[in-house]
């Protein structure tokens, strides 16, 4: 009888050992996905320079700061494109802002829908590999005194849009 016990005994030190060593985890990834229809409207931001926030880098001797530049990919199998910004451009920091300029290609975008400006013709921006143009965000100069101290951000949201002629 005492050989079965320890039998038994060594059976369930066996089995609850290797329960010990069993472990289940998750893992998940999300994927994401976007594939532009070919005749439609596709603005690139070359390099996906966008998708991270640029600095204004501060020049103290200069009081300036450096612009913010990427390339765009513009193309369009509906027609030109024009675009405009949205809202106000500015680099804001508690109560004080600078304002900054906004260009895709050497052309100043304006604010509102109103007016949009043509970025890209019809003929330079059809076609497979569409037209490279050099986004551009200038800050104001600095005033009298020079800027205000700060830790400034900003956003700039721009529209673009593609009509058939």
Same mark, same amino acid.
């Given at each position: 009888?005492?050989?079965?016990?320890?039998?038994? @005994?060594?059976?369930?030190?066996?089995?609850?050992?290797?329960?010990? @060593?069993?472990?289940?985890?998750?893992?998940?990834?999300? *994927?994401?996905?976007?594939?532009?229809?070919?005749?439609?409207? =596709?603005? $690139?931001?070359?390099?996906?320079?966008?998708?991270?926030?640029?600095?204004?880098?501060?020049?103290? =001797?200069?009081?300036?700061?450096?612009? *913010?530049?990427?390339?765009?990919?513009?193309?369009?199998?509906?027609?030109?494109?024009?675009?405009?910004?949205?809202?106000?451009?500015?680099?804001?920091?508690?109560?004080?802002?600078?304002?900054?300029?906004?260009?895709?290609?050497?052309?100043?975008?304006?604010?509102?829908?109103?007016?949009? *400006? $043509?970025?890209?013709?019809?003929?330079?921006?059809?076609?497979?590999?569409?037209? =490279?143009?050099? @986004?551009?965000?200038?800050?104001?100069?600095?005033?009298?005194?020079?800027?205000?101290?700060?830790?400034?951000?900003?956003?700039?949201?721009? *529209? @673009?849009?593609?009509?058939?002629?």
């Amino acid at each position: 009888m005492k050989m079965k016990i320890h039998s038994l @005994f060594a059976a369930a030190l066996v089995l609850s050992s290797g329960a010990a @060593f069993a472990a289940t985890t998750d893992l998940q990834v999300d *994927v994401l996905a976007t594939i532009p229809v070919s005749n439609g409207l =596709d603005i $690139e931001d070359v390099g996906g320079w966008a998708l991270t926030p640029q600095a204004m880098v501060y020049n103290r =001797d200069a009081d300036t700061l450096a612009p *913010v530049k990427g390339p765009l990919r513009i193309r369009s199998g509906i027609g030109a494109v024009t675009a405009h910004l949205s809202t106000a451009p500015k680099l804001v920091s508690a109560g004080d802002s600078i304002d900054m300029v906004v260009s895709i290609g050497g052309i100043t975008l304006p604010l509102g829908g109103v007016t949009p *400006v $043509e970025i890209a013709s019809a003929v330079a921006a059809g076609g497979a590999t569409g037209v =490279d143009k050099e @986004f551009l965000a200038t800050a104001a100069a600095a005033p009298t005194g020079g800027y205000l101290p700060g830790n400034y951000t900003g956003r700039v949201h721009m *529209v @673009f849009d593609s009509v058939a002629p």
